[in-house]
């Protein structure tokens, strides 16, 4: 983020009349005609903040089991409908790919204003919000990230780095979590396997919500009924992410913690 400050206050230089500024990663491969499209549909829809979860890599057998179901879940927790609804509070966007006004972003304070932010594409997105400004959130046609998991211990730490944050750091929601997870990812197959036929019904039902997420991804649709064994990774991360924050190593990122980055600012 203090890339893209110092990014915005060259453009402002540059180009003082510019309307719209795409906040991005430096690993993101961007189609042709993935900023026209989309330029065209914020002023179409008048929105202030447009935001794409690129694709994510799924080259290796780590990353074909986990990427997916992190947007699976992301979406669980941000629903792109809600987040496009100006009546609910939900706020969600990705980092990756944010075209947004500068009026609207100079309204909210710039991006000094999310100094202290973990979750910054986040945060952004619900101050956006409560500013009155609209937002989109959906999944890139053809704008891909370059960076690769090169193994379970990095996905992990993708996960537990944010996901307490997520929870607002609520014990309440963990709990809440972790039991919904164990009823709607653990019990079906469990049960399934010894013969209920409610369990295996939303074992399938399970399975089908998870499809879609399988084919934007182009992975075998064989892997849908694997979900319930990816969820306990993403538990475990989960799990690990308090503990972390309750031993005062929350919201580790490149090495640096999130708590003493905060103190050395002030």
């Not at 180009?15 to 002023?43: C, F, K, N, S, W």
């Not at 295996?200 to 849908?224: F, K, N, Q």
Request: charged share 20%; aromatic share 10%; net charge positive.
């Amino acid at each position: 983020m203090w890339a893209q400050e110092q990014g915005i206050a060259e453009a402002a230089k540059i180009h003082p009349l510019a309307d719209l500024y795409l906040l991005t990663d430096a690993d993101i491969h961007h189609g042709p005609g993935q900023l026209r499209r989309m330029v065209a549909r914020l002023e179409a829809e008048r929105l202030d903040l447009a935001s794409l979860m690129v694709h994510l890599s799924t080259e290796s057998w780590i990353e074909k089991a986990i990427v997916p179901a992190f947007v699976f879940f992301f979406r669980l927790l941000y629903p792109f409908r809600w987040v496009a609804d100006s009546t609910k509070a939900t706020a969600g966007a990705a980092g990756g790919y944010m075209l947004i006004r500068r009026s609207m972003l100079e309204k909210v304070g710039g991006i000094a204003s999310m100094r202290s932010a973990l979750i910054d594409d986040c945060t952004l997105a619900g101050m956006v919000k409560r500013a009155g400004g609209r937002l989109s959130l959906d999944l890139a046609d053809e704008t891909w990230s370059l960076r690769r998991y090169t193994g379970s211990g990095e996905l992990w730490m993708m996960i537990a780095r944010s996901a307490y944050t997520q929870l607002n750091h609520s014990p309440l929601l963990l709990a809440g979590t972790a039991l919904a997870i164990v009823i709607g990812f653990f019990l079906p197959p469990i049960y399934s396997l010894v013969g209920k036929m409610p369990a295996l019904l939303a074992w399938a039902a399970l399975s089908g919500a998870y499809l879609p997420m399988l084919r934007y991804h182009r992975l075998p649709l064989w892997m849908a009924p694997l979900l319930p064994v990816v969820a306990v990774f993403y538990l475990g991360a989960t799990l690990d992410s308090a503990r972390r924050h309750w031993m005062g190593r929350g919201g580790v990122w490149k090495g640096r913690v999130q708590a003493h980055a905060a103190v050395e600012r002030e």
